[in-house]
């Protein structure tokens, strides 16, 4: 091992951004501090405050824009910034944070949830999706993931509905309550959180007997032994529908696989379109899938599902269409046709279907094996580490792994860095 080079340390500021609502920013600050490295904060709103609470905090209580790129641009001089950490990329106040970086030669980590789940983190580079590096070149994928051993699928860590819950309530309510501590402050989310929590209760009241409803539904449909296809909806917030895709709403998607599905899928062909499990019921997806499929005289080979074992359905389907969800990548581990319409790392030829979607319900491509798992054994060692965002373990793990890629410099390591980079973001479609 290296000697610890004091100096070297004292070169590195890392500047911190929003992150989850979880303390897992924090952690990875005590570690790398640990390790004799600056760690600062610029705080957006009060439930920012509430999850740094350690020294290096800043307030911007600007507005967002070009006053806050110019705020940017004297503290990134001001502090000697080296080293940027945030999540989701395309955040409003994120996206000019990481164009001001990039103008300053910044090394820019972007933490997510896991692209493998349950218990992974993705650390990577620059971004995601689109935004990403990783290889998107069958060949390269089997070069570089030479030799990597295979991940451990075993769970390790484990959290609660009840403790995201908790920790979402303690970052949003401050800003709700408290919101003239930073008057300025505009949220990258769709909805007002008070909205969105009254939607959950309201879903969390009707849990069980929908579940009991979908568990009956995909039984039936698995017996019926009739080809089936799994459509899982996203969350209308998430930024891979938002900025990854080309659609500028979930409807807009909606529509075009149901259109496609109703003029070129087989007669005998069934479509299960399941609800996110987080979708806090604002927007009433069954009824708009409901009048669509009278419109489109496919009622009876639609099954809609708001709860059920999708596991069990992934190994039953003949194949799965997706905007860029990670069950998309669960299908593929289970060997499983993956139809991609937005950008994702795993749209990868010989990986995932690239036919188009009109030709996919008819003749729906599974991945090559020896692609699949290379992809899965890079992706692994690569971009993704164990834990989580709202366990104590999960927290403290993830913060150790994540701290110790940004002090050795191994983002993306080994191998999961290509330039230029290899995926363009989608154009947005004109016919909204």
């Known amino acids: 091992m290296p000697a610890f080079d004091a100096s070297a340390a004292a070169e590195r500021c890392f500047l911190f951004l929003q992150g989850p609502s979880s303390p897992i920013f924090a952690k990875i600050a005590d570690h790398l501090r640990k390790k004799g490295y600056t760690c600062l904060r610029i705080n957006l709103n009060a439930g920012d405050q509430i999850f740094w609470r350690r020294s290096g905090a800043y307030a ?69 999706s689109s935004n990403s590096h990783f290889p998107a070149v069958p060949d390269d994928i089997l070069e570089a993931a030479s030799g990597l051993p295979e ?12 403790a995201e819950a908790a920790y979402d309530l303690l970052y949003n309510l401050p800003n709700v309550f408290f919101w003239f501590l930073y008057p300025h402050y505009r949220r990258h989310a769709l909805f007002h959180p008070l909205a969105e929590y009254a939607g959950w209760v309201l879903r969390l009241a009707g849990g069980k007997r929908r579940a009991r409803a979908a568990d009956l539904a995909i039984r039936t449909l698995i017996a019926d032994e009739k080809p089936f296809f799994v459509y899982p909806l996203q969350l209308q917030t998430d930024y891979q529908l938002r900025a990854h895709s080309p659609y500028n709403d979930q409807r807009e998607a909606i529509s075009e696989v149901l259109r496609s599905f109703a003029s070129h899928a087989p007669m005998d062909a069934r479509l299960a379109i399941k609800v996110h499990p ?76 690239q036919a188009p979607l009109d030709a ?54 080994p191998n999961g860095f290509v330039t230029p980079k290899p995926r363009t973001r989608p154009e947005k479609r004109s016919d909204r």
Request: proline share 4%.
């Open 60 to 128: 911007y209580r600007g507005k967002g824009g070009e006053p806050w790129r110019q705020y940017l641009e004297r503290f990134i001089v001001t502090h000697r910034i080296t080293d940027l950490v945030l999540l989701g990329e395309e955040r409003p106040y994120h996206r000019i944070a990481v164009d001001v970086a990039k103008g300053h030669g910044i090394d820019i980590a972007v933490v997510e949830m896991g692209y493998l789940r349950p218990d992974w983190l993705t650390i990577e580079r620059n971004g995601m």
């Open 151 to 162: 991940p451990d699928w075993k769970r390790r860590y484990s959290q609660t509905f009840l």
């Open 278 to 353: 987080l979708d806090n019921g604002l927007i009433d997806w069954q009824g708009m899938i409901s009048r669509l499929s009278r419109e489109l005289d496919v009622g009876e080979r639609l099954v809609y599902l708001d709860g059920g074992n999708l596991d069990a359905m992934l190994l039953a389907c003949r194949g799965v269409v997706t905007v860029n969800s990670t069950v998309g990548l669960n299908a593929l581990q289970k060997g499983v046709p993956v139809k991609v319409l937005g950008a994702a790392i795993f749209d990868v030829p010989r990986l995932s279907d």
């Open 360 to 413: 996919f319900w008819s003749t729906p491509m599974p991945p090559e094996l020896r692609v699949r798992d290379a992809f899965f054994r890079l992706v692994a060692s690569a971009i993704q580490v164990r834990g989580n965002f709202y366990s104590s373990a999960g927290t403290d793990a993830g913060a150790e792994a994540i701290a110790a890629r940004l002090d050795s410099r191994l983002l993306n390591e």
